[in-house]
């Protein structure tokens, strides 16, 4: 059994979703799942367990919703790098941003708003990346000329919050920055 | 209670999906001989699991209308009764919402911002003795009690969600597992 990615991105059209959903479920079993429109645009991300080979899969996807661009792609398959001193040494690599993390880290909504058509993104996620943050979910939207991002981030428990927080401020003029504590409380 | 399917006390929790977290609980007789065992077993289980401020008995298996809570310590607690075990309770009251992000034992991996009731008046009976009892609360400890009674009504904090940004993937290992 395979475990492949699936993105599809297209026009969006009445039933489009349906779909989408109908021709993935032919395939295999949907796991986690996104779907949001961008500038109008469908734009869905699927996690597929699957006894099709990839390339079967999206061929046969690509047949069954030809309107819409299909990339599926292996998860199962180890991304390809190269090897590190540390590795052939055999020391447990550390993690990255899309590993489980250890207990140590407390979350934290970020919300940032300001003008659009600026690098604030990429220097938000430059920042969060220098203070060893790692996103878990992040939407930017545009309205006019308004830019918003809304990100879920996970800080090492020893991060100085308060200094990430002024050199945010101070590398993005003109932009209204939040953080809020965001770790669930369990009942 | 063994003859009783609704009644069938587990070690652990019951984890979702389970047909007990989407079935109302029955009204408890609040003197029966069972009780007592329930609520320990129940307070116990709240105790024994890391930053759980709360359990109710259809997550313990048992399909009765009765909770435990004891949001003492918490951040964001205001009014705190301490540790409470209420059988039948029923919110008569309530106003002030607010949203926050959830956890539950019974939801492993995922978390939801949640819009809650911040005051809230609640009547119910005490195990044992079934003495009547109302009390208020308010901030967290309300919000703890509303979760609580969602759940002997079958419904999980899921069911609340705001939207579908609201859900969250929890990959801590501390939290809400
Ligand atoms: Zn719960």
């Keep these: 059994m395979g475990l492949y990615a699936v993105t599809v991105i297209g ?15 032919g395939g295999g079993a949907i796991g986690d799942s996104s779907m949001s429109l961008l500038d109008g645009y469908l734009t869905m991300t699927l996690v597929v367990s699957a006894g099709l080979s990839g390339d079967v899969l999206g061929e046969n996807l690509t047949r069954g919703i030809p309107g819409l661009a299909v990339a599926v792609t292996d998860l199962a398959r180890p991304p390809v790098t190269p090897p590190t001193v540390a590795a052939s040494e055999g020391a447990p690599a550390s993690p990255g941003s899309g590993e489980i993390m250890d207990a140590d880290r407390l979350g934290y909504a970020l919300t940032l708003h300001g003008p659009s058509g600026t690098d604030a993104l990429s220097v938000t996620t430059g920042l969060l990346a220098e203070a060893g943050c790692s996103v878990t979910s992040m939407t930017t939207r545009v309205a006019g000329n308004l830019f918003v ?5 996970e800080l090492p428990a020893q991060a100085d919050v308060a200094s990430l927080m002024r050199a945010m401020a101070a590398a993005l003029d003109g932009f209204r920055i939040a953080f809020r504590p965001a770790d669930p409380a369990v009942m | 209670m063994e ?3 609704r009644t069938c006390l587990i070690e652990g929790v019951v984890t979702a999906p389970h047909s007990l977290l989407v079935t109302p609980a029955a009204s408890v007789d609040p003197a029966d001989a069972v009780v007592p065992a329930v609520v320990r077993h129940l307070v116990g289980a709240m ?3 890391p930053g759980c401020r709360g359990l109710t008995a259809p997550q313990l298996g048992v399909g009765w209308r009765l909770m435990c809570l004891d949001v003492s310590g918490h951040p964001s607690t205001r009014s705190c009764s301490g540790e409470l075990v209420i059988a039948n309770p029923e919110i008569v009251e309530a106003a002030d919402w607010d949203v926050a992000r959830e956890g539950c034992v019974s939801v492993p991996g995922l978390a939801a911002e949640v819009a809650r009731a ?6 119910g009976v005490r195990p044992g003795t079934g003495e009547p009892m109302t009390f208020h609360a308010d901030a967290f400890e309300a919000r703890c009690v509303q979760h609580q009674i969602d759940h002997l009504d079958g419904l999980l904090f899921l069911d609340r969600v705001a939207g579908t940004r609201a859900v969250h993937a929890v990959r801590k290992g501390g939290q809400a597992a």
């Design chain 1, 11 to 25: 026009r969006d059209s009445p039933g489009a979703v349906a779909e989408v959903t109908r021709a993935v479920a």
């Design chain 2, 3 to 5: 003859d009783d399917s």
């Design chain 1, 149 to 153: 991002l809304v990100a879920d981030v």
């Design chain 2, 118 to 123: 911040t005051q809230i008046t609640v009547q």
């Design chain 2, 47 to 49: 105790r024994s699991m």
